[in-house]
């Protein structure tokens, strides 16, 4: 199948987001773009990779803010969302690929040549698949999957100014508890559909 379309995947915690990504990627022959982007925006906005790591998807604090005030130049979080947006267009601008997470649905608003999805999955099902990755108890994957969607709602909301996870503002929003495989099947027919247009 040929395709010229970037897809972004926005996902909850825990739901298999990351991995139907890398599976659509390769089934379409295209990049995947998630940790790489870390060293990307690092390069873009001169910081460290560790500190992208450890700001990326996270939303300023009023101490920031504060600190910004007081001109200390711009949060290290908003220079991240930045950088990495910046990275993201770009990317989308060289051709075909796939881009999990930081904002990219939102970033891309005006590309025309793109497609965004947004995969969920029942929380019981996401704390399962979290307690066997981090081989802990489910209640600790229940307090990292809770926590892990407040936070990209959190950034969402700063940055983009709309409710992640809508279904509204996005083409596809799909239950990952019918499987990756078909999960990845039904995005596949999505594309097949929009490229016939």
Known sequence: MTMNKTITISREYGS????????????????LYD???????????????????????????????RAYLLNCGRPVADRVFFAQSDVIRKLAGQGPC?????????????????????IHSPLELRMNRVAGRMGCS????????????????????????????????????????IGLDETVSMIMQLISLTDKK
């Open 16 to 31: 298999g987001g990351l991995a139907t990504g890398m599976m659509l990627a390769k089934r379409l022959g295209i990049p």
């Open 98 to 118: 796939v881009i999990v997470g930081r904002c990219a649905d939102y970033v891309l608003r005006d590309h025309h040549e793109c497609l965004n999805i947004f």
């Open 138 to 177: 489910l209640e600790k994957a229940r307090e990292a999957t809770t926590t892990a969607d407040k936070n990209r709602a959190a950034y969402h909301w700063h940055y983009a100014r709309t409710a992640w996870g809508r279904a509204a503002n996005y083409h596809l929003s799909i239950d990952s508890s």
């Open 35 to 65: 940790r790489k982007m870390v060293e990307m925006a690092a390069a873009e906005a001169g910081l460290s990779a560790n500190v992208v790591d450890d700001k990326e998807e996270k939303c300023p604090g009023a101490f920031d803010y």
